[in-house]
């Protein structure tokens, strides 16, 4: 554990250090934000705040958890000539090969959407091959690094081995979650924060789990996070992005199947997955009263739901600690499942 904090740090300062140079950088090319007009009327004037800033993040947590990693394995005299020792090592390469996987389709769809002059990157469809297509990769990883296992666990109940079917079912849960992170950034330093509680709760259910080794990338990425918050929280000098929000959600689903722990999954993603099902309710119910009364009505002013509270008063601020403690109390009741079951 000292040694993932150490791993924190070193990324913490990473991220703040090259912070002023790639918002220079992103400046001089010009990749700025463009606001959508349907949005909240006041968040026009982050139009062209530089975007993609997630590279900060996400260079810091490859460095640290990698490098970290082989600080501990040449300290802790294990066997180098083991091959099925280096499988804990692969599982967490895999993770973070997943996230920057997940991060080269955002910056795809965020070059895009720079180069295009407007807020169409790459179309739905495009964005799903390529999410499908990482699933599938990410999830033959962690199976050939020791994850056989095809049960659904959530702690109470275990269900029986589903095989080929237990992959299949996970592939729109990844893409469901990665895609749900990726709504959360939608207020300065929203994402950032609540990625921050949620690696921080994963860092306790690793060690709980003996998963040593991913808490040297729960803990890089937790680093990460809270350095690039020194330029994202409000008034964001910054924003990171799809390429840092897809980043933040492949880890969050990657560092969740790594553990198997589906019902902790459930949990500690629980502000995601909110804000991803106010918007299916509020599509769903629009739809549903358009159809049956000929004008449709909404059961949110806006969502993602953080965009309802931010129009009925909460200032962005409070946004960010209401849901992080939100994602903190959820993250605790997970910790509670793998003591108690």
């Not at 690039?228 to 409000?234: I, M």
């Amino acid at each position: 554990m000292k040694q993932a904090l150490i791993c924190c740090a070193i990324a913490f300062v990473i991220t703040a250090a090259i912070g002023p140079s790639v918002i220079r950088y992103l400046r001089k090319m010009k990749f700025g934000q463009k606001i959508l007009e349907i949005g909240p009327k006041w968040h026009m004037n982050k139009q062209n705040i530089p975007t993609m800033g997630g590279f900060m993040f996400i260079i810091s947590t490859i460095i640290t958890s990698i490098g970290g990693y082989w600080i501990y394995r040449l300290n802790s005299g294990i066997d180098v000539t083991d091959s099925e020792s280096f499988h804990p090592f692969y599982r967490m390469l895999s993770c973070v090969v997943f996230a920057a996987l997940f991060g080269l389709i955002g910056f795809i769809d965020d070059y895009t959407k720079v180069a295009r002059k407007d807020n169409d990157g790459l179309s739905p469809m495009q964005k799903i091959a390529l999410q499908l297509v990482f699933s599938v990769v990410f999830l033959f990883a962690i199976y050939k690094f020791g994850d056989g296992s095809t049960k659904i666990d959530l702690g109470f109940w275990t269900s029986p081995s589903l095989g080929i079917f237990y992959y299949i079912l996970m592939i729109p849960v990844i893409i469901y979650l990665t895609n749900a992170v990726n709504l959360t950034d939608g207020v300065d330093g929203l994402c950032g924060s609540v990625t921050f509680a949620a690696m921080l709760i994963f860092t306790v259910c690793c060690s709980i789990l003996k998963e040593y080794e991913m808490t040297y990338f729960t803990m890089a990425l937790a680093g990460g996070c809270l350095g690039f918050l020194l330029w994202n929280l409000n008034p964001a000098k910054c924003f990171m992005g799809d390429t840092g929000s897809m980043f933040l959600g492949a880890s969050v689903t990657g560092v969740s199947l790594i553990l198997h722990k589906h019902l902790l999954m459930l949990l500690v993603a629980m502000v995601y997955i909110i804000e991803a099902l106010s918007v299916v309710i509020q599509v769903s119910y629009f739809k549903y009263t358009k159809k049956k009364t000929g004008e449709g009505k909404r059961i949110f002013k806006m969502t993602p739901i953080h965009h309802h509270f931010e129009m009925s008063g909460f200032s962005e601020y409070k946004i960010v600690i209401t849901f992080s403690i939100t994602g903190i109390i959820f993250g605790i009741l997970g910790i509670l499942t793998l003591l108690a079951f």
